[in-house]
């Protein structure tokens, strides 16, 4: 008797179990959360922060129509979000069915079928054929005592917002990788064309300093540190030519593209308008995707 009171007890106890309360803020309250927990210097505070994510089109600020396309076409064609796009329908579908589970359940069923009976009397053959049809009808609901049912439903929605978080996580990502390949691919070529331009110079250089020789108003050795010079020029655009290639090739694969380093760019670094500041660094944290995400599985483990 003591030994089925104890294991009633102990499973009670793990049944209560099965709820567990997060003292995670909610979606409305990260700024206070941060601020509370955070324990950040009082000047970052003093700024006057909104608190609120900063909305808008962050890559139509560069007012580059070329960058918005290629990121677009990363975006439509990167393998990273299409898998996380499908764990985030999976996830869909998984709380769909914890959902499912707390609701009442009915299935019903029906049969249909003939019998036929012979008999012979007095010399005569009868035969006597008859229907049969079936209709059944069975309901279940389980009460969901312990919360048992609610408490997987909670950890399925926290897992299908970690793969929303997963999600724009990695669409943020690619956007920003391809922005930035997009500046490096217009800085490669504006640099490179500083090289030219220097070898146009140092060339120019070598030029008049031989003149200056043949006359006999340089040495020698200023002119082998002309050519020195021209020489480390010429090198200096090979290198510019193959950085600005790789540069190309990066771009091209991830807007899924074959890395070919045909892509032409203006070799105009694109503009980005004065940032306003969001004073305490610390309400970042509450924006970012990874750490949404990472908050969001803490809450489906309990």
């Not at 439509?76 to 914890?98: G, Q």
């Amino acid at each position: 008797m003591k030994r089925s009171i104890l294991l009633l007890s102990t499973a009670i106890v793990a049944a209560c179990a099965t709820s567990p309360t997060s003292s995670r803020p909610k979606a409305g309250e990260p700024v206070e959360f941060f601020a509370e927990t955070a324990n950040v210097p009082a000047e970052w505070a003093a700024r006057g922060v909104a608190g609120v994510a900063p909305t808008g089109d962050w890559l139509g600020q560069f007012n580059d129509p070329l960058m918005v396309g290629l990121v677009n076409e990363a975006l439509a064609n990167s393998p990273t979000l299409e898998s996380r796009a499908a764990i985030m329908r999976a996830s869909e579908a998984a709380t769909r069915s914890a959902r499912a589970a707390r609701r009442p359940s009915l299935s019903a069923s029906a049969s249909a079928g003939v019998t036929s009976t012979s008999s012979t009397f007095g010399g005569s053959a009868d035969r006597t054929t008859d229907g049969l049809y079936g209709i059944g009808l069975d309901g279940s609901w389980e009460i969901d005592l312990w919360n048992r049912l609610g408490a997987a439903v909670g950890a399925a929605d926290a897992d299908y917002v970690a793969s929303q978080a997963d999600f724009a996580a990695a669409e943020l990502s690619v956007a920003a990788q391809t922005a930035n390949a997009w500046i490096s691919l217009n800085e490669a070529l504006a640099q490179e064309r500083v090289a030219m331009l220097t070898l146009e110079a140092r060339d120019r250089v070598r030029t008049l300093t031989e003149r200056r020789f043949q006359r006999g108003l340089s040495d020698a050795l200023d002119v082998r540190t002309a050519r020195s010079t021209l020489a480390q020029a010429e090198a200096a655009i090979a290198a510019r030519r193959q950085f600005t290639g790789e540069t190309a090739r990066r771009l091209e694969t991830l807007v899924g593209r074959y890395p070919s380093a045909e892509l032409d760019a203006p070799a105009e670094i694109p503009m980005l308008e004065a940032i306003v500041s969001e004073g305490n660094p610390a309400l970042l944290l509450s924006r970012r995707p990874d750490i949404a995400a990472a908050e969001a599985r803490v809450k489906a483990a309990g």
